[in-house]
């Protein structure tokens, strides 16, 4: 994030917090979200093939697809 020094320096004195931190803050907590998203999808997806209902290539297909789109995800909050 590129501010200049006056408005860095009316930002921390705002909040009490620099930009810089905040925006770390921010897309670490988008990036956890991320992840435990994929993880919550790969469990369901286990469940369903463990049950029967959902076959070993679809299984790994939809691993594969929530995996890429999760790599873009973090990628584009960064």
């Known amino acids: 994030m590129a501010i ?3 408005s860095s320096a009316v930002f921390v004195q705002g909040s009490g ?3 810089a931190t905040l925006q770390t803050t ?3 907590v988008a990036a956890v979200g ?3 998203w994929l ?3 790969a469990l369901a997806l286990w ?3 463990r049950d029967g209902s959902l076959g070993l290539m679809d299984l790994q297909w939809g691993l594969m697809r929530a995996a890429v789109l999760s790599l873009l995800l973090i ?3 960064r």
Do not use: E, M, P
């Open 17 to 19: 917090v620099d930009a």
């Open 4 to 6: 200049d020094a006056a």
């Open 75 to 77: 990628f584009l909050i």
């Open 39 to 41: 993880a919550w999808t």
């Open 34 to 36: 991320v992840l435990l």
């Open 47 to 49: 469940r369903d093939w």
């Open 26 to 28: 921010v897309v670490s």
